[in-house]
């Protein structure tokens, strides 16, 4: 795959797609609303866009532990709950980091579990 292409946005297609997945889904969405060109550009937003609610899941289960806490729940089930969210979160940002210099390197680096085939596939990269 060419990333020193020029992407619609005007810049190479690695720094475009380095950009879509910076801000997570917000500059995901904006990048595949504005590329046309760079398959590559537009992976990497479909994959920034993926990866978000892993993201939103980590919040709601450290919510939900709090939740349990202040309600006097189990404590051993928020205490779940609490390390469900944690693990989430450190999981969510191990991908974001690696996902993110690939993106900037020019390397192709798909989500696992069938998550960047099927964003491979939408970005029309066989």
Not at 68 to 95: E, P, R, S, T, W
């Amino acid at each position: 795959m060419d990333t020193s292409e020029r992407s619609s946005v005007g810049l190479s297609a690695n720094v475009a797609a380095g950009i879509a997945v910076l801000f997570s889904y917000i500059s995901g969405m904006i990048m595949l609303s504005l590329e046309h060109r760079s398959s590559y550009v537009r992976f990497y937003a479909y994959q920034s866009v993926c990866a978000t609610p892993v993201l939103v899941l980590s919040g709601l289960a450290e919510l939900t532990a709090k939740a349990m806490g202040f309600l006097g729940a189990n404590d051993i089930l928020a205490m779940l709950f609490d390390y469900l969210g944690k693990l989430l979160f450190i999981a969510f940002a191990v991908v974001y980091v690696i996902m993110l210099f690939s993106a900037f390197s020019g390397k192709l680096w798909a989500l696992p579990l069938g998550i960047g085939a099927w964003c491979k596939r939408r970005a029309g990269i066989s």
